[in-house]
């Protein structure tokens, strides 16, 4: 007959391995966790570096380039937004006038107008007697279930476009914005950014190879698939400085003639949102404590950056 002491060993020795085994699971979790940390970590000392040497290095701004804001003055002057399309189709007629380069009108008009057809006929012959203006083109959730799908402008306007660009920016974990893709697309049509088809409009000889980091080609590179979004050229954005380094105007200035013609004259102009409010910012290398870029800025930094 077992004894009490010899039925209690067993259950000692399974007691003793399932501590041993949570043991080195707990071990190994906790390893896995000093990993990533680290990881993260590194990520975060290579990020601030960057970020440092960006402020660091000085990058001139082209005088080429000039921002037609829609600020804080021009939505008191006008009034809420969205305004009728008239009100753009007046600007992009003024600034016409003064013979820039190229207009890059970064709103995203993809519907019809909602004051009448009329206005999206009087932007789209503006837009086509200047003949150098540029439209972005964005990927938007229409349905609320996170599948992304492209929209370009109205088609009143996208037919007068001398070119569409997309304004696609890569925000980081941290939520900074360094880099961007110079080109994006479903494979079968590709895009340039917004910044390098307003060079190319503007008749800017960019170079064959665009510069960037180059995707890797695979197979589904070659066959694109359906519903895939596909990015190449990756390239850091070397920003020339903090917001508002880059010339602005008021859109309200422009709009009541207050702006001399020679500010535009043989330039590339970029309209924008720049008030407080609308949403088009994001944190920069270059930004300070809670100031934010305007996405009009970010493109017309990798305009001065291309240039």
């Not at 880059?246 to 200035?253: G, L, N, P, T, W």
């Amino acid at each position: 007959m077992d004894t009490l002491q010899d039925l209690a060993a067993p259950r000692d020795h399974r007691a003793n391995t399932r501590w041993f085994e949570w043991g080195l699971l707990s071990a190994l979790l906790l390893a896995c966790v000093v990993a990533l940390s680290a990881a993260r970590s590194f990520e975060h000392i290579d990020l601030a570096l960057t970020d440092q040497l960006s402020r660091l290095s000085t990058q001139p701004i082209s005088e080429e380039i000039v921002i037609v804001a829609i600020d804080d003055k021009s939505l008191a002057e006008i009034g809420r937004w969205p305004w009728a399309r008239h009100t753009h189709a007046t600007v992009i007629e003024q600034i016409t006038a003064a013979n820039p380069k190229a207009i890059g009108l970064d709103l995203i008009l993809v519907e019809p107008g909602h004051a009448s057809t009329a206005d999206d006929h009087l932007l789209g012959e503006a837009i086509a007697r200047n003949g150098r203006v540029v439209l972005p083109l964005v990927l938007q959730d229409r349905l609320g279930d996170g599948t992304l799908s492209r929209s370009e402008p109205a088609a009143a306007l996208a037919a007068a476009a001398a070119a569409l660009g997309h304004i696609h920016l890569e925000i980081d974990p941290d939520g900074i914005v360094r880099s961007t893709f110079l080109r994006e697309g479903d494979g079968d049509r590709w895009w340039d950014h917004f910044a390098v088809a307003l060079l190319r409009v503007g008749g800017f000889a960019l170079p064959a190879e665009l510069p960037g980091q180059r995707a890797p080609v695979s197979p589904t590179a070659r066959t694109p698939e359906a519903g895939t979004w596909y990015r190449d050229h990756w390239a850091q954005i070397p920003y020339a400085g903090p917001p508002g380094s880059v010339v602005r105007v008021s859109y309200a200035d422009v709009l009541q003639g207050r702006v001399p013609p020679e500010t535009f004259a043989q330039k590339y102009v970029l309209v924008g949102a720049t008030a407080s409010g609308m949403g088009d910012a994001y944190a920069t290398p270059r930004s300070g404590e809670a100031e934010l870029m305007p996405g009009v800025e970010i493109a017309a930094n990798v305009v001065n950056a291309l240039l």
